[in-house]
């Protein structure tokens, strides 16, 4: 493991030399296998204990590649078949934002999934709780060293391998700070009344992008229908789908704390038309789902 990432520092510096020297077209992505000798400065200095029975890990080597003008991760990815969603957490690159020319890029093996890391945990040990093997951590993530996490750090995992409360690395961004949130292209303020003032769907219909109809339970329903992702981690700008009447209630995720706690927003919770915020759990409400 140390020969690998010692070899993984010598092949960025190549690759740092050649993105001074010689100018790249986007049809000469410069590529190499991850597992060979590819890397970058960050994770050269990461040793991570090998788990003793690891599973197998993904389905192609990781890769670093040096994006050049007018590179974009869609186009990255759609070039080395990888997935633009993982590129984007592997180099954390914030939402809007796209890779400069010359910076190397790690580009994981395959779609990734998100997971939150325990308090003081460190990376070996993330990964022995989960069974994969540490090592596939350097293919998805920046890791500079095996040392405790900060609270609330978030690392990908490959998505074949992630347990089931986990947040689909395509469906969602870093944000600042480094937590996961919902992208702004499904941030919309409507206009027109599709929903009646005053309802829960109402609010959260003039906070996020919603082309389905319908009361407040089905629109888990109804977001998977419109290809939307979904699943059971809160993330910030997400709905937030759950009973609470006959009808359910819907609500918008402000934010997440490091406790998995969240803040949201929501109208007539408290009253008819009235815009409250309160502090609640998976566990404290009659969950349905979160819509990314």
Do not use: K
């Not at 995992?157 to 395509?170: I, K, Q, Y």
């Not at 009344?193 to 329903?221: E, K, L, M």
């Amino acid at each position: 493991m140390r020969d690998r990432l010692l070899r993984h520092a010598c092949v960025l510096a190549a690759v740092a030399a050649i993105a001074v020297l010689a100018p790249h077209q986007a049809s000469r992505l410069v590529s190499m296998p991850i597992g060979e000798a590819a890397g970058d400065a960050t994770r050269s200095g990461a040793i991570i204990e090998r788990l003793p029975t690891a599973p197998a890990t993904a389905e192609r080597p990781a890769q670093t590649v040096v994006a050049a003008p007018g590179d974009t991760l869609e186009r990255i990815a759609a070039t080395l078949h990888g997935d633009a969603g993982a590129m984007r957490w592997a180099n954390r690159i914030r939402d809007g934002l796209e890779p400069a020319p010359g910076t190397p890029l790690l580009v994981p093996p395959g779609p990734g999934a998100l997971v939150q890391a325990q308090a003081g945990e460190s990376p070996s040990q993330f990964g022995r709780r989960l069974g994969i093997d540490p090592r596939s951590l350097l293919d998805y993530n920046h890791l500079a060293a095996d040392t405790p996490l900060a609270p609330g750090t978030w690392l990908q995992v490959p998505a074949h391998a992630a347990p089931p409360r986990s947040l689909p690395s395509a469906a969602v961004v870093p944000t600042d700070g480094g937590q996961p949130g919902v992208p702004s292209s499904q941030f919309h303020r409507a206009s027109g009344g599709r929903f009646p003032f005053g309802q829960c769907t109402y609010y959260v219909w003039s906070r996020r992008d919603v082309p389905w109809n319908g009361d407040a339970w089905a629109w888990f329903r109804n977001a998977q229908e419109f290809g939307r992702p979904t699943g059971q981690v809160p993330a910030a700008g997400a709905i937030v789908v759950m009973w609470g009447s006959w009808v359910g209630h819907v609500a918008f995720v402000e934010r997440v704390n490091p406790d998995g706690s969240f803040v949201i927003s929501e109208m007539n919770h408290a009253g008819w038309g009235v815009v409250d915020q309160r502090t609640i759990t998976t566990s404290s409400i009659d969950l349905i789902g979160f819509i990314y």
